[in-house]
């Protein structure tokens, strides 16, 4: 259980961090596009090189391909649902952020304390969930200061957030301690999914709108350092 919360205040510490920037400092919208772009390239080598291939590995194709569209199609439906609640709230960018945040952490981490289950524990997996908060919740902060947050409320909120997805860590792992090897492939897969459709749907797309044309090295650059944190 230490490694997995060790491994979950890690990956969290991104938001309570990029939170306190964020509230002291706005960055410019092209330079949060590209760490976007950034954190994209190494959840993609995470997703290709670690994720994946362990669930093929532990249950075989059919089982970790069907997780995979599974959880995809459960961030679609979620997401869905959300983007229609939160367009009603004009002017709430910085909740709608954390809102994503949340919805697309809780399965990655899950992932991250499955993968400490599989192989030990994922650094790959570590470095991009790092990487894909630290922007988001800079950005997030920075929406809610200007629309009138106090900056200890916006800290202690993306804080929380930070707890709840280091909480889904430790869950990943002791929930699934006593299930077979085997059955694991599914829901690592079906985490997979959902992070790939996060990609899809929310990452790439506004890394491409605000970071053109230095976004395209970003993600080339992520996806290489996620790629040797592998062991290439």
Same mark, same amino acid.
């Not at 709430?92 to 992932?111: H, R, S």
């Not at 506004?206 to 993600?219: C, D, I, Q, S």
């Given at each position: 259980m230490l490694p997995a919360l060790v491994f979950g205040l890690i990956g969290s510490s991104a938001l309570v961090l990029g939170s306190a920037v964020g509230s002291f400092w706005r960055p410019p919208v092209r330079l949060s596009a590209v760490l976007l772009a950034f954190a994209s390239g190494t959840l993609i080598s995470a997703l290709a090189f670690e994720l994946f291939p =362990? &669930? !093929?590995? @532990?249950? *075989?194709?059919w089982?970790?391909?069907?997780?995979?569209?599974?959880?995809?199609?459960?961030?679609?439906?979620?997401?869905?649902?959300?983007?229609?609640?939160?367009?009603?709230?004009?002017g709430?960018?910085?909740?709608?952020?954390? =809102? &994503? !945040?949340? @919805?697309? *952490?809780?399965?990655?981490?899950?992932?991250?304390g499955v993968s400490l289950l599989a192989d030990g524990g994922s650094l790959t997996l570590l470095v991009a969930i790092?990487?894909?908060?630290?922007?988001?919740?800079?950005?997030?902060?920075?929406?809610?200061r200007r629309s009138g947050k106090s900056r200890a409320f916006t800290i202690g909120i993306w804080a929380l957030a930070a707890v709840l997805l280091t909480a889904a860590v430790v869950v990943g792992r002791v929930l699934l301690a006593r299930v077979a090897m085997r059955h694991l492939a599914f829901p690592l897969a079906f985490a997979g999914g959902a992070v790939l459709a996060s990609l899809a749907d929310t990452l790439m797309p506004?890394?491409?709108?605000?970071?053109?044309?230095?976004?395209?090295?970003?993600?080339a650059a992520g996806f290489f350092l996620s790629f040797v944190l592998a062991g290439g």
């Open positions: =362990a &669930a !093929v590995e @532990l249950g *075989g194709l089982p970790a391909g069907l997780g995979l569209l599974a959880g995809a199609a459960a961030f679609v439906l979620v997401d869905t649902w959300l983007d229609a609640r939160v367009s009603k709230r004009a709430e960018v910085g909740f709608a952020l954390l =809102a &994503a !945040v949340t @919805l697309d *952490g809780v399965p990655e981490n899950l992932a991250l790092f990487a894909s908060n630290l922007p988001e919740a800079l950005v997030g902060a920075g929406e809610m506004e890394a491409f709108e605000h970071g053109r044309p230095l976004n395209a090295l970003a993600t």
